[in-house]
């Protein structure tokens, strides 16, 4: 369901780290842009919608008085099932079902791929799941967001973005990996994060 872009705004103003931060998982923080850390790109808290919950309930009251059965439509998150993060869509939908009167359901995909896709295809209400930079290159990472971005710089392109209120950057996984100069064939997957030991040597 494509909402309106007064509906997304609403949702964005009804939307902050206090409501769920407590909620992440281990080895998350929250973000305050669309870029990872490892990027080393600082946009932070560009174009993002500051936290108003007493605008974001006069906009949502407003939308839903002027529909038809004066109630928010049947609509439905979906979360990629992995990292404990169905706490983290059940703390968000809480809030906006709490504050927006809002009946959202939360439901779970095992199949990333599919969820992208769905996605891609703008078939769902909302979806909650993860971004992977596989290059510290700022061209290549756009292109996960928008092949036809005309956006110049990461700055750019992060307020081009969140403007539409379409995208709400949640939280990075943390990510880091230290051994000693004494090991050898330490491979540390690319798309995944995670260490090979298998063909590990210690000299």
Known sequence: RNFSVDIRR???????????????????????????????INTDNIGITPYNIDEAKSVMSSQIASMDDKRFPQAT?????????????????????????????IEASDNLDVLQREISDSTLSFSLFPITAKSDNFEEYAQIFSAVSTAATPHDLQQELLSEHNIIPVAYQNTSVTYIPELENVVVGDDNGYIDFSNIIKR
């Open 10 to 40: 609403a949702f964005a103003m009804a939307f902050s780290t206090d409501v769920f931060e407590k909620a992440l998982p281990n080895g998350f923080t929250a973000a305050k842009s669309i870029y990872p850390e490892t990027l080393g």
């Open 77 to 105: 998150l979906y979360y990629y099932n992995d990292y404990g993060v169905k706490e983290l869509s059940t703390a968000i939908v809480g809030h906006w079902q709490q504050n927006l009167s809002t009946f959202i359901n």
